[in-house]
């Protein structure tokens, strides 16, 4: 694996982090059932393994959809996604059971309701130890390259709240909270402020390379989801590659 100079301390020993290994498109089958968090009569949460997109794209290949005859529970239908998280991204994940619970979670999410918690590991520490990335995004499409999105004043209102939990060298491990659905919002905005995600290959301008692994998760959601309940509260585990690096670098698992 690649480290760019300002992460390749001693800290950060070449090859270390590929050695764990991660759910690949085409490599294995999900076992879905192993990976709820919770269930009721609405919804799903899954913790999303790293390195499977959430639905099929242009291209076709596997996708955790695939799998999702495994959540039916005697419902005539499938689950559907309420939200997404990028292929590389682990964590809390959102399913509605039926099209009532899609509408309830459609409108909680539109409205800004849903609170999500991610945690990231970045090339860089922030020169503010909290604070707020207010920078409106925008989804440029170039010819023969593809599409990534780009911070534009022309853009759609984005904005990320973080606080750094611990640092390292030149690594630190970051707790996010998106006020905005962005796509590749918290990704965009690091790479903004100079903190790219490691692992990052479309992002990271040289955070790393083709075998580096993503080292963002979507650590918890809450959703007020019921009028006369407390909100869902759910947590999703650090996956394998995060802990790795955690121990790697010698900074404290936040879980």
């Known amino acids: 694996m690649y480290w760019p100079k300002r992460c390749s301390s001693a800290l950060i020993k070449r090859g270390t982090v590929a050695e764990v290994p991660v759910v690949r498109p085409g490599t294995m089958a999900v076992d879905l059932l192993s990976r709820i968090l919770y269930r009721d009569g609405l919804i799903i949460i899954l913790d999303k393994p ?77 020169e503010q130890e909290q604070g707020r990335i207010d920078a409106p995004l925008f989804k440029q499409t170039r010819p023969h390259k593809g599409w990534r999105m780009t911070v534009d004043a022309s853009g759609k209102p984005a904005l990320t709240a973080y606080r750094v939990l611990a640092a390292r060298g030149d690594v630190a491990l970051l707790v996010l909270h998106p006020r905005t659905g962005r796509t590749h919002q918290i990704r965009v905005h690091l790479a903004h402020i100079g903190c790219p995600i490691l692992g990052d290959t479309k992002y990271g301008a040289g955070a790393s390379d083709a075998g580096a692994r993503l080292h963002l998760h979507a650590a918890r959601i809450r ?29 404290p698992d936040p879980s």
């Open 223 to 251: 959703l007020p989801l019921y009028a006369k309940r407390a909100p869902v509260d759910v947590q999703a585990p650090l996956p394998p590659h995060f802990v790795s690096t955690l121990r790697q670098v010698g900074l």
């Open 50 to 126: 790293a390195g499977l997109p959430v639905h099929q794209g242009p291209s076709g290949g596997p996708s955790l959809e695939d799998d999702f005859a495994q959540l039916r529970f005697g419902l005539p239908r499938l689950p559907a996604l309420a939200h997404r998280l990028d292929a590389d991204t682990s964590g809390c994940l959102v399913l509605g059971r039926h099209p009532k619970a899609l509408r309830r979670l459609g409108k909680i999410f539109r409205e800004g309701r849903a609170e999500k918690t991610y945690l990231a590991l970045t090339c860089g520490v922030p």
